[in-house]
Structure formats: C-alpha cells, structure tokens
C-alpha cells in the first residue's frame, strides 16, 4: 500500500517533533528563500542555499520544512499577504480587478512568482483570504459557486501569463517580432494578417533603451491589462 501523503505544510506542526527546540520559524525560512528569489531567481532556491542565507545547514531546516515543494509553496502564500483586501464596492467586476491589479503588482515585484502561480498553483492562510475576498465581492452575484471559483483560478492565470509576457518582452524583441509580421503581412500569402494590420497598423519601435525597473507600469498597459482581465470575467461570469 502506497504511503499516505502528508497533509499540506499548513496543517503540519511549526516544527518536526524531534530535535533541539526550535531555532528558527518558517517565516524566516521563508522570508530568506523569498529575498533570494527576488534577487537571484527561483532555481537559486535550494534547501542549502536558504540554509546558508540563515547561517545554518541545510539539515536543520528538515525540521520546518519537510520538501523544497513546501518551502515553494510557503514562498507563494507569503505573496499573497501583500494584498490589500479593501471592502467590497457593489461592483464586483471593479473589485475584482482591484485585486487583479494587485496581483500583476505583487507579481513584478517577486518576477519568479508567476511561474509558480501557472505551474503549481496553491493556497495557504493569506491565498484563502483572497478568494474568500474574491467570494465576499461576488456574494449577490447569480452565478454559481463553482463559477465563481472558475473565474478566481482563471483572473490568477491569466494575470501570471500577462506578467510572465511583461517581464520577457523588451523593446528590442518587440520590434524584431513586428518587423517579422510586417514581412509576413506584405508578402501576400496571409490576407487574414495584411488585413489586421490594415486595420490596426503595429508602430515600429524607434529605441531601444534598458529597462531599469519592472515599476512603475505604464497606463497604456494597464488599460490593456483591465480590457483582456474584464472580457475574461464577463465571460466566464455573465
């Protein structure tokens, strides 16, 4: 028989019941895997190398957390208490992308927290929060419960996907990308093509110049980023 799975890390005691009392607490564990992220990127998150941030070995933080899928999803929750759940408005779909815009925010500031959001999507204690939030702004809203929790998981992925193209694209890909569609537009073997560019011509792009912070995002990009998120709510909510 195949051995029973270990609940998730929240429902598990603070620290493994054997050892020397506890030395540290995993929101220092988190906290150090956290900063390492933000500056170096999620691969550099190891169990040794969040050890050696805290000034002890990697053994010792077996006792808090048992797997580095645990510390990853520690890392994800603790993103989530950096929203500010404001009461609900009336207008759920303003509420919600209230939060959506907090999510795309929290998300340029840990870059490696979308990937985790697409690839291995969680909820702890502060992610509760916000969907109980999410459910609080929906509350006179007919749709059903399954729906609502459909249109949560959806306003997250699409979020994570918006980042993960934000931060990847620069100037400079951005033009060699619409130089190439010009060309495929104006060679006459894609007329559906031609005619969106007909219709809505992609400008080239006249510089290039680095990128020195993710913040803060451009307005043009938010009214973007609110248009796709509110066509993707209407449709799944009504």
């Not at 270990?6 to 988190?30: F, Y």
């Not at 990127?41 to 808090?64: I, Q």
């Not at 999510?103 to 969907?131: F, K, Q």
Request: hydrophobic fraction near 50%; aromatic fraction near 4%; avoid cysteine.
């Amino acid at each position: 028989m195949a051995a029973e799975e270990q609940p998730v890390i929240w429902m598990r005691p603070e620290q493994a019941g054997v050892g020397r009392p506890a030395e540290r607490s995993r929101a220092e564990i988190t906290a150090a895997a956290v900063e390492l992220a933000d500056r170096e990127g999620l691969d550099a998150v190891s169990m040794r190398r969040v050890a050696a941030a805290l000034g002890t070995g990697a053994a010792s933080l077996y006792r808090y957390v048992a797997t580095r899928d645990d510390l990853l999803d520690l890392m994800t929750d603790s993103a989530a208490a950096e929203y500010e759940l404001r009461p609900p408005s009336g207008v759920w779909l303003s509420d919600l992308l209230d939060v959506a815009a907090q999510a795309r925010a929290i998300m340029r500031r840990h870059p490696w927290l979308p990937a985790l959001v697409v690839t291995r999507p969680s909820l702890g204690p502060h992610g509760v929060d916000v969907l109980e939030h999410v459910l609080e702004a929906l509350a006179l809203h007919s749709a059903s419960p399954a729906r609502k929790v459909e249109a949560f998981a959806l306003m997250n992925a699409v979020t994570a996907q918006f980042v993960q193209h934000e931060l990847a694209t620069t100037d400079a890909a951005a033009a060699r990308h619409a130089a190439y569609l010009h060309h495929v537009a104006t060679a006459g073997r894609h007329p559906r093509i031609a005619a969106l560019f007909a219709a809505s011509p992609v400008e080239p792009v006249e510089s290039v110049e680095p990128v020195e912070s993710v913040e803060p995002v451009e307005s043009a990009e938010d009214d973007r980023f609110a248009a796709l998120l509110s066509r993707v709510l209407t449709g799944v909510l009504g």
